[in-house]
């Protein structure tokens, strides 16, 4: 992997390829920013409140995931409209990952702030419906999704274990979920996801510094190291979806072991044989 924008995030997070604007997006949650590189250079915005994943609608138009709930954001015009509220009243939580389902829904999670155990879960916007899916979570992360097996993925850093959820026609969870894949053993903790077009599972490991690619069945089929440790989320963009970006993060790690990571916090980059799917879009109606 090379170094795709040598911005230090402290918590980066949330990649994006946004399929119109051709451009990655990626959040420092931390930090409070969104991230945009592409055609026409890079752009940054400040956010009002911690915020931590997105989905596009059109028009310049995204759903951001942030610490009181869902909102509307234009990248054209830099403004910002609440659209359902979700942690708005406990300031103890903040969102994490997040991601567009292909049904035209968006998975929102929520955590503590100090990463309280049991503290987190995962919600489910579609079409003006919320539904709160999975509770007692302490770290959701690797939202993502397999239509052709009609799955939903999702982890508990915390608990190092990542599970598969069935869905229906709908996207809606079907049935209990059963555990993928159970990092504790080897001591790895999953972070966040994207699947390709042949179903693979593409997961960051926090601590581990690499992205492993992980087969239909449960079996790791390829890994990608990356110039850091705390690798936080992949996305696969460019014109053929075969680029594979990376965010990574600073946070937790004193001046001795910045030192010793010195690309922490940046977003990276590599050319990969397998190909990603594109970023459905969100359906507001």
């Not at 052709?148 to 969870?173: K, M």
């Not at 239909?216 to 053929?240: H, K, L, N, W, Y």
């Not at 990571?261 to 980059?269: E, L, R, S, T």
Request: net charge negative; with cysteine.
């Amino acid at each position: 992997m090379q170094v795709f924008d040598d911005t230090r995030c402290e918590l980066g997070e949330g990649a994006f390829w946004h399929p119109e604007r051709q451009s990655f997006l990626w959040f420092d949650i931390l930090g409070r920013r969104l991230y945009e590189r592409g055609p026409d250079g890079r752009t940054e915005w400040e956010m009002p409140e911690l915020t931590s994943a997105m989905g596009w609608i059109g028009g310049g138009l995204v759903l951001l995931s942030g610490e009181s709930g869902l909102a509307l954001f234009d990248l054209d015009r830099g403004t910002r409209e609440p659209l359902a509220a979700i942690a708005a009243e406990d300031a103890a939580l903040r969102s994490n990952d997040g991601r567009a389902d292909p049904w035209g829904g968006f998975w929102h999670s929520t955590m503590g702030k100090r990463a309280e155990p049991g503290a987190g879960g995962i919600w489910r916007w579609h079409k003006g419906e919320l539904r709160h899916l999975f509770r007692n979570l302490t770290i959701p992360n690797a939202i993502c999704f397999d239509q052709p097996r009609g799955l939903a993925y999702f982890a508990d850093t915390a608990s190092g274990t990542v599970w598969a959820q069935p869905l229906d026609a709908a996207g809606r969870p079907a049935g209990p979920h059963r555990v993928f894949l159970d990092l504790r053993p080897e001591g790895l903790n999953p972070d966040g996801a994207v699947t390709d077009n042949q179903g693979n599972l593409w997961i960051a490991l926090w601590g581990a510094g690499r992205v492993d690619c992980v087969s239909p069945e449960g079996r790791r089929i390829g890994s990608v190291p990356a110039p850091a440790r705390q690798v936080t989320c992949p996305a696969f963009g460019g014109p053929e979806l075969s680029a594979l970006m990376v965010t990574s993060a600073w946070e937790h790690m004193d001046p001795a072991a910045r030192a010793a990571d010195p690309k922490a916090g940046c977003c990276f980059v590599t050319q990969s044989t397998a190909r990603g799917l594109p970023a459905p879009r969100v359906m507001l109606r």
